[in-house]
């Protein structure tokens, strides 16, 4: 029953039928007409509607129907050989968005709208629970190695969002392992010098933010003095212990520091305790194998 009832909203929607508080809608149409260049593929918004506090947009799939195609849906529209299906309602509160599918699933809707937030009016503010997700979405990324797409949405999350030290660090993260990952001089560079002054800028609005502290010290293992180095290095490791004891990823930074500064004693003890913290560490179990040899 739901589910018929969120098609016929869907339909409704989409055949631009009067709607509620239509005066609202003009304030916001050009920045909606911002998402709808975004999308990517077959698909396209409906007309908004604006129901108090919520702003509703039908998300459908078009297609060009060729001749004699069977195609067909209980629910698909034909315009000129142009098939409108509705796939899903974008439901926009307090700068939060939700998609809710339509019948059947449609992966592609939801990895088209990940960035979304980005692309949302700018009269509008992201609740603190929808900023923390995206910042949650981009780790995700950056342990998936898509440092690409991690730093789409760090610096969308950002154009609107400036004051978030976590998102400034974990940009300068992803721009940090893209450096190291091209093969491109003039971009290994550009990255690499755009990722220190994400960490300055995190470390302005936060100075003892351990992400930006534990991805700068990773940074500058990479990097020469004076702007980097293996002492360097360490003491941005330091800083985090000594402020946040339990943050594993400073322990595994400061074995990984001392093991190629030469010390095996001390990569020794960082890494044990590592496993103190997290006795399944699999970069601690492997950094203790490689230290023993």
Known sequence: MKKVVFIVVLLVLVLSLPVCAEERIEIIHSEIARIASALKGEYALG????????????????????????????????????????????????????????????????????????????????????????????????????????????????????????????????????????????????????????????????????????????ARLMVPPPLGGVDAAIEDFNLVINSHPEFIDAYIGLAKAYSKKGDQNKAKEYFNKVLELDPENAQAIEGLSRVGE
Do not use: C, W
């Open 47 to 218: 007309k908004p509607v604006i129901i108090g506090e919520l702003t509703i947009i039908p998300v459908v799939k078009t297609n060009v129907l060729s001749f004699g195609s069977d195609k067909s849906s209980s629910f698909q529209m034909i315009f000129g050989g142009i098939s409108l299906e509705p796939v899903a309602i974008l439901v926009i509160k307090d700068g939060k968005f939700q998609i809710y599918n339509i019948g059947e699933p449609d992966a592609g809707v939801g990895e088209i709208f990940e960035t979304l937030p980005g692309l949302l009016p700018q009269t509008q503010t992201l609740s603190e629970d929808a900023k923390q997700e995206l910042i949650k979405k981009g780790r995700e990324s950056l342990q998936k190695k898509d440092f690409e797409k991690a730093k789409k949405i760090f610096e969308d999350l950002l154009e609107n969002n400036p004051e978030l030290a976590d998102a400034h660090a974990l940009l300068g993260q992803a721009l940090g392992e893209l450096a190291q990952s091209t093969a491109d001089l003039n971009k290994k560079i550009q990255y690499g010098m755009e990722a220190f002054r994400e960490f300055a800028r995190a470390l302005e609005i936060e100075p003892d933010n351990p992400y930006a502290l534990v991805a700068r010290g990773y």
